[in-house]
């Protein structure tokens, strides 16, 4: 049980592009899902928490009109790096937990690479 | 912003031997994580300690939490070559929020 999916696994786009990626929890109700950049052989940095129904929580130095996250229902929250450029090259993982978990769940990431 | 920082960043050791890696903290915490990380994959969540507790143990991980001394160690037994991975520890800390906040991360290396 406890299975995230993340849709693409990679992806290469033009600059200037929009990107979304998909993070979806197949198998239990996710209240909660977060979403996590992670550069080459770095720690992961929370970008922002959304919960189901209602406006994402960006971290500080996170630009919400640049990464815009939509948690629509209780399985799928979406994130579209807009205008991507360069420097938007990462790995990004979402993670997803409700309120009887104490822990995330992680999905398997998305590498975006930005020409 | 980052609360842990895993000492060493990096270990090698042979299959069978045994791992510790240690993470450290800077504020009050609800409770303390491991993930294992495999190379451009996703998170695995290993095992939680509360702050209430001290020891914990899952089959061959053994997790100590000193909340005193704010620092916590992962041991890995009889280590294989497939525990090779990066490990990180991350922390939730009081106050509602079910944030993780993770540690810079250990590469764990067993060589065969």
């Known amino acids: 049980g406890a299975v995230v999916s993340q849709h693409p696994s990679w992806v290469i786009c033009k600059s200037g592009t929009s990107v979304k990626i998909e993070c979806r929890s197949l198998d239990f109700q996710a209240t909660t899902m977060f979403w996590y950049r992670q550069f080459p052989k770095q720690s992961l940095m929370l970008m922002a928490t959304?919960?189901?129904?209602?406006?994402?929580?960006?971290e500080q130095g996170v630009e919400k009109d640049k990464f815009l996250i939509n948690h629509a229902s209780l399985t799928l929250s979406t994130l579209t790096v807009t205008s991507a450029h360069p420097e938007d090259s990462s790995f990004y993982i979402c993670?997803?937990?409700?309120?009887?978990?104490?822990?995330?769940?992680f999905g398997p990431g998305t590498r975006l690479l930005v020409l | 912003s980052q609360q842990g920082e895993e000492d060493p960043q990096a270990l090698s050791i042979q299959e069978g031997e045994n791992a510790t890696m240690n993470c450290s903290y800077k504020?009050?915490?609800?409770?303390l994580q491991w993930y294992r990380q495999n190379s451009g994959r996703g998170l695995v969540h290993l095992i939680l300690?509360?702050?209430?507790?001290r020891e914990k143990h899952s089959g061959r991980l053994r997790v100590t939490l000193d909340t005193s001394k704010k620092s916590s160690s992962l041991l890995i037994t009889a280590s294989r070559a497939a525990d090779t991975a990066s490990y990180f520890c991350?922390?939730?800390?009081?106050?509602?929020?079910?944030?993780?906040?993770f540690g810079k991360g250990m590469k764990l290396t067993v060589n065969p």
């Open positions: 300690i509360r702050s209430n507790e």
């Open positions: 991350a922390t939730v800390v009081p106050g509602g929020s079910e944030k993780l906040v």
């Open positions: 959304s919960n189901e129904g209602s406006k994402a929580t960006y």
């Open positions: 993670s997803a937990s409700n309120l009887l978990q104490e822990t995330q769940y």
């Open positions: 504020t009050s915490i609800n409770n």
